[in-house]
């Protein structure tokens, strides 16, 4: 059964920072791309991150480059989200998605706010 499970979303202020994990399972992690991606209230989902397989290259939306780091732990089925520098529009429910060829993976998310 494959199951992805997101956690250590919580309330941030503004400026603070947060580590999002993703834990995976019922599937061979490392054979998959991992994304993070990400739904305000009202809002689409958007993409904020991807890390690919063997090299780990990493992409980024423009609105997080430079305060979000995405990482991935192939020996603990683990990927993360390196969270600096939080804003208010930050605010949204963050899910991980494991991507190949014609095969998406979706977990269930876990909601980050930031506010004061």
């Known amino acids: 059964q494959v199951q992805l499970v997101e956690s250590g979303g919580g309330l941030v202020q503004p400026g603070g920072s947060l580590r999002l994990s993703c834990a995976a399972s019922?599937?061979?992690?490392?054979?998959?791309?991992m994304n993070w991606y990400r739904q305000a209230p009202g809002k689409e989902r958007e993409w904020v991150a991807t890390?690919?397989?063997?090299?780990?290259?990493?992409t980024y939306a423009d609105s997080v480059k430079g305060r979000f780091t995405i990482s991935r732990d192939n020996a603990k089925n683990t990927v993360y989200l390196q969270m600096n520098s939080l804003r208010p529009e930050d605010t949204a429910v963050y899910y991980c998605?494991?991507?190949?060829?014609?095969?998406?993976?979706w977990g269930q998310g876990t909601q980050v706010t930031v506010s004061s």
């Open positions: 890390i690919t397989t063997i090299s780990a290259t990493t």
């Open positions: 998605k494991a991507f190949r060829t014609r095969t998406n993976y």
């Open positions: 019922g599937f061979t992690f490392s054979n998959f791309a």
